[in-house]
């Protein structure tokens, strides 16, 4: 109820006298008033003392003004003062409304809550924030690590979500980094090895020719040493070029259509030196396939294979070559019963210059690149080549091409 209600009320109750009448109302439902008469002075006994107002606002109130919005205590709202006449005589009637306690009480329960609400929010925030931060920031100083060449490392992560798998995937690009680093590594250090070997034979044998006292027999040896080696370095930097093209595909294909046991046939004749030398068996099993694809290339993985069984066959050996169709491809596989290749070599065997340990041996000629060389054209040709059997008792050379 409003100050002009209880004004209102007040004039339609002649006989009513005021101080008693406005003295009722103040306290009912909440509503504290005070009535001063002309000389400013309180009328209404105070039930609690907060209408204790400034003289100006009365003076204001008593001319004639009507105000609003004065704030006493904070536990009250603001006081209206109205003005109004009674028999001629100005008074002036101040009202404000207590606040219920039971509402103060909520809404402080309220304010309450939402702060505690604000802090554990803020709280979870922040350890989201770190939650999903800090796994960024490690994965942004491995970045930093990788960009200066280190790979040797893995970040740990238990997580399953987007960020863990992207912590997996570059843990897995990390170690592919690490083994293609080694890898060149490796090439350098084999590309160094395998050059200066022969030329430290040809220049301690050119040196020993210059010596005046020296036999017809000492003389065809150490040229003929010389010869070799220099035939070794003419392979090892053709098979490092044949190999630079297969790799950057600066080679472009040559496809026809032949008969590929046909050209089988002609590897093993051509090869028949190295294998009879040996007295090595050689078996073909070989159907009629005509075939699609490079056939210089291709004349290249059979004769690289071929020349691999004979190097590690033993002499007396038996080399089986089979060529067949298998729905929609053409398996050829070369079998021999040679050393064998141990199961932990076979994933590197085609890596450029990797050579098992039982191959090791200087009497075996070779410089690590030919079975690279293959893998590459297989690669080109679409097609896939796979090693097995077991160490001491051979290896089998599968090449599976699409038809």
């Known amino acids: 109820m409003n100050s002009k209600k209880i004004i209102q009320a007040y004039e339609s109750t002649p006989s009513a006298d005021l101080i008693p009448f406005m003295q009722n109302f103040s306290g009912i439902s909440g509503n504290l008033l005070q009535l001063y008469n002309q000389e400013g002075k309180p009328l209404l006994v105070e039930k609690k003392e907060f209408l204790r107002l400034e003289h100006g606002y009365i003076e204001r109130v008593l001319a004639g003004s009507t105000v609003s919005n004065i704030i006493i205590k904070?536990?009250?709202?603001?006081?209206?003062?109205?003005?109004?006449?009674?028999?001629?005589?100005?008074?002036?009637?101040?009202?404000?409304?207590?606040?219920?306690?039971?509402?103060?009480?909520?809404?402080?329960?309220?304010?309450?809550?939402?702060l505690i609400i604000l802090f554990f929010?803020?709280?979870?925030?922040?350890?989201?924030?770190?939650?999903?931060?800090?796994?960024?920031?490690?994965?942004?100083?491995?970045?930093?690590?990788?960009?200066?060449?280190?790979?040797?490392?893995?970040?740990?992560?238990?997580?399953?979500?987007?960020?863990?798998?992207?912590?997996?995937?570059?843990?897995?690009?990390?170690?592919?980094?690490?083994?293609?680093?080694?890898?060149?590594?490796?090439?350098?250090?084999?590309?160094?090895?395998?050059?200066?070997?022969?030329?430290?034979?040809?220049?301690?044998?050119?040196?020993?020719?210059?010596?005046?006292?020296?036999?017809?027999e000492s003389r065809l040896r150490y040229l003929t040493i010389i010869e070799e080696e220099s035939e070794r370095l003419s392979r090892l930097s053709q098979n490092l070029l044949r190999l630079s093209y297969l790799q950057h595909q600066q080679q472009p294909l040559k496809v026809s259509t032949y008969r590929l046991d046909e050209q089988l046939r002609r590897v093993v004749i051509a090869l028949e030196p190295q294998w009879t030398a040996k007295n090595i068996e050689i078996e073909v099993q070989?159907?009629?396939?005509?075939?699609?694809?490079?056939?210089?290339?291709l004349y290249q993985v059979w004769t690289n294979l071929l020349s691999n069984s004979i190097k590690f066959t033993p002499e007396h050996g038996k080399i089986l070559i089979e060529a067949v169709m298998k729905g929609n491809q053409i398996i050829v596989s070369i079998t021999d019963?040679?050393?064998?290749?141990?199961?932990?070599?076979?994933?590197d065997?085609?890596?450029?210059?990797?050579?098992?340990?039982?191959?090791?041996?200087?009497?075996?000629?070779?410089?690590?690149?030919?079975?690279?060389?293959?893998?590459?054209?297989?690669?080109?040709?679409?097609?896939?080549?796979?090693?097995?059997?077991?160490?001491?008792?051979?290896?089998?050379?599968?090449?599976?091409?699409?038809?």
Do not use: W
């Open 74 to 114: 904070e536990n009250y709202f603001p006081i209206a003062g109205v003005p109004f006449q009674v028999n001629g005589q100005p008074y002036a009637l101040f009202l404000t409304v207590e606040k219920n306690p039971i509402e103060a009480e909520i809404m402080n329960s309220i304010h309450v809550m939402y």
């Open 121 to 216: 929010g803020s709280l979870l925030i922040i350890v989201a924030a770190r939650y999903i931060v800090n796994p960024i920031l490690r994965l942004t100083a491995a970045t930093k690590s990788m960009a200066k060449g280190k790979f040797d490392f893995e970040l740990q992560t238990k997580r399953k979500d987007e960020i863990g798998q992207l912590t997996v995937s570059f843990n897995e690009m990390a170690k592919e980094l690490s083994k293609l680093d080694r890898m060149r590594q490796d090439f350098v250090a084999n590309v160094s090895h395998e050059i200066q070997s022969p030329l430290t034979s040809i220049s301690g044998f050119t040196k020993a020719l210059k010596q005046k006292k020296i036999s017809e």
């Open 349 to 403: 065997i085609f890596k450029p210059f990797h050579k098992v340990d039982k191959a090791r041996d200087r009497s075996v000629k070779g410089n690590g690149l030919g079975l690279s060389i293959v893998k590459q054209i297989v690669d080109i040709h679409n097609g896939d080549i796979q090693v097995s059997g077991r160490p001491g008792t051979g290896s089998i050379f599968t090449v599976a091409l699409p038809r």
């Open 286 to 297: 070989l159907e009629a396939i005509p075939i699609q694809g490079d056939e210089d290339q």
């Open 337 to 347: 019963n040679g050393i064998g290749i141990p199961e932990e070599e076979r994933a």
